[in-house]
């Protein structure tokens, strides 16, 4: 059949003749290549001592922000507990009392925020669907661990370090 | 036999069996080491200074991990593969000639265990017994892809055995001894009478089938049929776990450091080195830098099987019988017929 | 004397096993025993030629392969054959007439010398040249040429037909 693209190669096999068939010279030829990569500076990155910069838009670690006055900015909507792909954030709301008003932002607050490492894809979109701007993923690799139930993380992790300290 | 000689050769036995464990044990990190380097990445660097522990944490992890004997395994047999893989692997290097005679005061201390005058014919036999722990182990896992790593094991072994053998003849054309030792002081020096003094000039040929052959004995790559991941999953090994499989592994790489000390000497002098007679030293540095000289060759050689190893694929089956048998003892036969007619000339 | 004893006790013993052990494989690995204890015998004698050559050819190739072969069969014992009645006394008859031979043979013997070496060089390999290529010309050639025979003989066996053999379907492979 006639190619359309006239892109078609035709190989021609030929027997080896024998110098090639003595495989020798392709053996060296061999050698010569990988000893040239013996002798090239290996392309590893030494994870823990050395971090690859990361691009800007990298997703890693949550972060609930807080204001400029320093108060949590998250009021408990659980829009991103909604939009979630992977179910992996978890809330429970409360009220804010008096005397409050200089920790929490909004009236309702989160007292329990929890989100499950293991089953956060880093998607972003709890980020998207964050009518306060108080979630972003901005932090660094998530770290390893041994148990299941340290990678839920809460709000000791997550919450942002107060301004002044 | 008096008794500062018993003596001396106990302690000479002691140290070339602990020194080929330590190389042996080394070559897992070299091994290691160079396969990285060769494919641009760093290797083991967590166990200490650039990784250096890391043998032993492989060693401490070999003895520590669960041993199995799989139920309808053969019980004994089973023991005995890998004890027989590792003895033969050790007894291999009584034969090589370390180095030239050493005198401390009266006493003459010869550097070779034994000065049998069949040696490379022993070294031959050891070689040929090898396959034997594979076979039994591979058979006694009761397992079938043991039974066909054993069995690839036991094909190959007998198929380059016989041009390794006759490769091994037209080197005995040339030397006219069976001796190591003998073989060794030949080639003593470099340059002697217009010609090279080392077998390698003399046997280029010979050199090129033994060491395809000693790839083939020691199942290395690109002969690494009897292991390999892809078909066998483990190959012979596959039932195989803790120290046994430890075992195994450890005298693949005793077999890489004893071939390796059996190819310097037969073909590369040896511990004999350029020059060595118009340094003016006494013969005692010069036998402890022959030492040294024997040493780097034996390490230049194994650093060539690991080369070769992160060089060439695999070979298939068939191309493995094919290159044993129609290729490589046709060419040793004609390596000897040339050999004897050069050798009856230049008489 | 004593480790002449002491190996000469060994290898009776293992032949002994190699022809009583129910396992073939197990078999076969006394019968390597046995063979190395010939070797050692062999080195007694300061025939350090022929144990080395026993050591290769023998224990190193050509039980190799016996145990090759038997790996390959499957030996186990619950299915073993039985052997017909004919087999069986077959097998009595041919045993008989060995232990006559042997008997008669013992018989015969007188008390020998132990056997001392007019030359304990004899077994190196230098004199054992001497004399394969001296003496022992013509037989030594004769005996390869036996060997040339039988290895062509193997190969004309290996080689396949020259018809292309074809599938079921009538396809090539």
């Known amino acids: ?165 | 036999m008096e008794l500062t000689d018993i003596i001396v050769k106990v302690i000479l036995i002691v140290i070339v069996f602990a020194i080929s464990l330590v190389i042996a044990m080394y070559s897992t990190y070299a091994e290691r080491k160079i396969a990285a380097f060769f494919q641009d990445r760093v290797g083991p660097n967590r166990a200490g200074p650039f990784g250096m522990l890391q043998p032993l944490a492989d060693g401490a992890k070999m003895f520590l991990k669960e041993e199995i004997i799989p139920t309808r395994a053969s019980g004994l047999l089973f023991i005995v593969g890998p004890s027989l893989a590792i003895l033969t692997a050790c007894i291999g290097s009584a034969v090589i000639p370390w180095g030239q005679k050493l005198t401390i005061g009266s006493t003459i201390i010869d550097l070779q265990v034994t000065d049998i005058n069949v040696g490379i014919l022993y070294i031959f036999g050891v070689v040929s017994l090898g396959v034997y722990g594979i076979m039994i182990g591979g058979w006694a896992s009761n397992n079938k892809y043991s039974l066909l790593g054993a069995i690839r094991a036991a094909s190959q072994n007998i198929s380059y055995e016989i041009s390794m053998g006759l490769s091994i003849i037209a080197l005995l054309l040339v030397t006219g001894s069976l001796s190591l030792r003998e073989i060794a002081e030949q080639q003593h020096g470099f340059w002697h009478d217009g010609w090279f003094t080392w077998n390698f000039f003399k046997q280029p040929l010979g050199f090129l089938i033994f060491i395809v052959c000693a790839f083939a004995e020691t199942n290395r790559t690109p002969f690494d049929l009897p292991e390999c991941e892809t078909e066998l999953v483990g190959g012979y090994h596959t039932e195989y776990s803790s120290m046994k499989l430890g075992f195994y592994l450890f005298a693949e790489y005793i077999n890489m450091f004893v071939s390796s000390a059996v190819m310097a000497t037969l073909y590369f002098g040896g511990y004999n080195f350029p020059f060595m007679d118009s340094l003016g030293l006494s013969a005692n540095w010069i036998t402890i830098i022959g030492v040294i000289v024997l040493f780097a060759k034996i390490f230049a050689f194994i650093f060539f099987f690991m080369w070769i190893r992160w060089t060439i694929p695999r070979f298939r089956y068939d191309q493995l019988m094919n290159l044993g048998w129609k290729t490589l003892i046709p060419l040793a036969i004609a390596n000897i017929v040339i050999t004897g007619i050069v050798v009856t000339l230049l008489n | 004397m004593s480790t002449f004893y002491f190996i000469a006790f060994l290898s009776i013993f293992f032949a002994i096993l190699v022809i009583t052990a129910r396992n073939p494989v197990h078999s076969i690995l006394y019968l390597v025993l046995t063979f190395f204890t010939f070797t050692v015998h062999y080195i007694l004698l300061n025939a350090q030629f022929l144990a080395v050559v026993n050591f290769i050819v023998y224990m190193g190739a050509i039980l190799v392969l016996f145990l090759y072969t038997l790996m390959l069969m499957n030996l186990n014992k619950d299915n073993e054959p039985m052997k017909s009645n004919i087999v069986k006394i077959a097998a009595v008859f041919g045993g008989g007439c060995l232990l006559v031979t042997i008997v008669a043979s013992l018989k015969t013997m007188a008390i020998s010398q132990p056997v001392v070496l007019q030359n304990p060089e004899l077994g190196l390999v230098k004199n054992l040249g001497k004399i394969l290529f001296n003496e022992f010309l013509l037989p030594f050639e004769v005996s390869s040429l036996l060997l040339l025979s039988a290895m062509v003989g193997a190969v004309l066996l290996a080689t396949k037909d020259k018809q292309p053999k074809t599938q079921p379907d009538g396809k090539l492979y």
């Not at chain 1, 890693?60 to 507990?81: V, W």
């Not at chain 1, 709890?126 to 701007?133: R, T």
């Open chain 1, 1 to 165: 059949m006639e190619s359309l693209s006239n892109k078609k190669k035709v190989l021609e096999v030929k027997p080896l003749n024998i110098w090639e068939r003595a495989y020798l010279p392709a053996i060296f030829k061999g050698l010569a290549i990988t000893m040239k990569h013996f002798f090239k500076k290996p392309v590893t990155i030494k994870y823990p001592e050395q971090k690859r910069e990361f691009s800007e838009n990298f997703r890693g670690m949550h972060s609930l922000k807080r204001d400029e006055n320093g108060r949590e900015r998250c009021t408990a909507c659980g829009l991103c507990a909604l939009s979630c792909p992977a179910e992996a954030i978890t809330m429970t709301a409360a009220e804010r009392q008096k005397g409050e008003e200089n920790l929490y932002r909004e009236e309702k607050y989160a007292a329990v925020y929890e989100i499950n490492m293991l089953r956060c894809i880093f998607c972003g979109l709890c980020e998207e669907a964050c009518p306060k701007e108080a979630i972003y993923l901005d932090g660094d690799i998530v770290p390893a661990d041994y148990l299941r139930k340290d990678f839920i993380y809460g709000k000791d992790k997550l919450v942002e370090a107060p301004l002044n300290q």
